[in-house]
């Protein structure tokens, strides 16, 4: 990445995916339709066969660089993504996922509002199923870090980081399956700088890898143990009380 700042800054919009010919065209179309435009496309696809590339092909005069091969899952797409991104901010957005037209440039005002670094900042996000019905508006609430050191809170989908932050803590750990976006953020402990802005970016897409409760929570239980340092029965009695909170979310949301 290059070490340097621009006005107006760059952002790099990192798109993983894999056999996502159903919903990658929606998610290009509301990557390269975005109202701010300093912004470079990168999709790192993992060798798809569906006619996801006929897809990228049809959108390659919009975007700055794509490849496919075969890679080792999310967090590995991403790296190979970190790896060519020469932006300010980089932002990770799902092959399924819809940004708002105004989604850039909300985030390029917030950050220009500011009197201090960040090293992250998030929005709220519309959460909607596998067939594009929304089942929840307005997801995200303000950070606090003695909250977010026992459970993600925020929607990663579609937020910013800093690419300092990428040069002082490193990149995603491929260990993880669905995590890692946390894991990475954990690095920093209580000293990571965040913004939070009250408006709704974009629509994500619920029935995706992270959707995988069992996995999610085994591998936050990992990060908060590894980086946090905290106690691993208390973050066993969480764990399972988290999955009787998710159980009781299934009865009365039906997701």
């Not at 919903?23 to 509301?30: M, N, P, R, Y």
Request: charged fraction near 25%.
């Amino acid at each position: 990445m290059i070490k340097h700042r621009m006005n107006p800054p760059l952002i790099s919009i990192i798109t993983a995916v894999y056999n996502g010919v159903s919903t990658l065209e929606a998610t290009i179309l509301s990557v390269i339709n975005q109202t701010y435009k300093n912004i470079e496309y990168i999709i790192i696809d993992g060798g798809s066969s569906d006619g996801t590339i006929n897809i990228i092909e049809k959108y390659e005069n919009k975007i700055t660089y794509w490849v496919s091969e075969p890679d080792k899952g999310i967090y590995d797409a991403w790296n190979k993504g970190l790896k060519i991104a020469s932006g300010e901010w980089i932002c990770f957005v799902g092959s399924d996922d819809i940004l708002y037209p105004y989604h850039a440039k909300t985030y390029i005002d917030y950050i220009r509002s500011l009197d201090q670094r960040r090293d992250y900042i998030y929005a709220k996000v519309d959460i909607v199923d596998i067939h594009g019905n929304y089942i929840r508006y307005n997801i995200g609430k303000p950070y606090e870090w003695n909250s977010f050191k026992k459970r993600m809170q925020n929607i990663h989908v579609g937020s910013m980081h800093s690419s300092e932050y990428f040069r002082q803590y490193g990149f995603f750990d491929t260990q993880y399956k669905i995590i890692g976006d946390y894991e990475i953020l954990l690095r920093a402990k209580n000293k990571l700088k965040v913004g939070f802005i009250n408006k709704t970016t974009l629509k994500m897409s619920l029935g995706g890898i992270s959707s995988n409760i069992k996995t999610l929570l085994n591998e936050s239980e990992m990060a908060k143990i590894k980086t946090a340092g905290r106690n691993k029965f208390i973050c066993f009695i969480e764990k399972y009380w988290y999955y009787l909170r998710i159980f009781l979310m299934k009865l009365v949301y039906g997701y």
